[in-house]
């Protein structure tokens, strides 16, 4: 669960109306004592002009993760998928962190760019068969929406807000 400060309490307390992205993000300040009535969902969007789908270049299985590649996305879990799938190949786009540097680097059929420009992040998303994003906890998760304007089936976990995108 995401920590609240002090301060951050006491400002969503006084604040008439709080925007949050997510009914997941809602939940959260609920549990905090932030009255409901109070809390308003504001989904982000996606610029539709750049994540859009198109022709996949490739018919090899693979699956795409895009974000901070540690172990509170449940990167570890999609690294332990890569062991028992030898033949898929499995993308982790995003800053790796050191505690999962050794066992990307171990696994063959793992491959991390690191970050990539966001202009460039469509294609991956369009040459992906699955975007996986196994977060524990995440207020929305953008790419979730990115990956779906492209085209591209989403696999996650309900501890991600634009999952209600997906159910709806």
Known sequence: ???????????????????VPSTFVAGSLTRYGINKSKIKI???GVNLNAFNPK?????????????????EKGVHMLLEAAKRLPDVEITLVGNLDDRLRDNV??????????????????EYYRNASVFVFPSFADG?????LEA????C?????WNVGA??????
């Open 42 to 44: 504001l989904p982000y």
């Open 105 to 122: 680097e171990a696994a063959d059929n793992v491959y991390a760019p690191g970050w990539v420009d966001h202009r460039n992040l469509p």
């Open 163 to 168: 999952r209600t995108l997906i159910e709806e």
């Open 55 to 71: 022709s996949k270049i490739n018919n090899d299985f693979s699956i795409l993760y895009v974000g901070e590649v540690s172990p």
């Open 140 to 144: 929305y998760g953008a790419v979730v």
């Open 1 to 19: 669960t995401p920590r609240m400060t002090p301060r951050e309490h006491r400002e969503y307390k006084i604040a008439d109306f709080v925007w």
């Open 148 to 151: 779906l304007a492209c085209g």
């Open 153 to 157: 089936p989403v696999v996650t976990t």
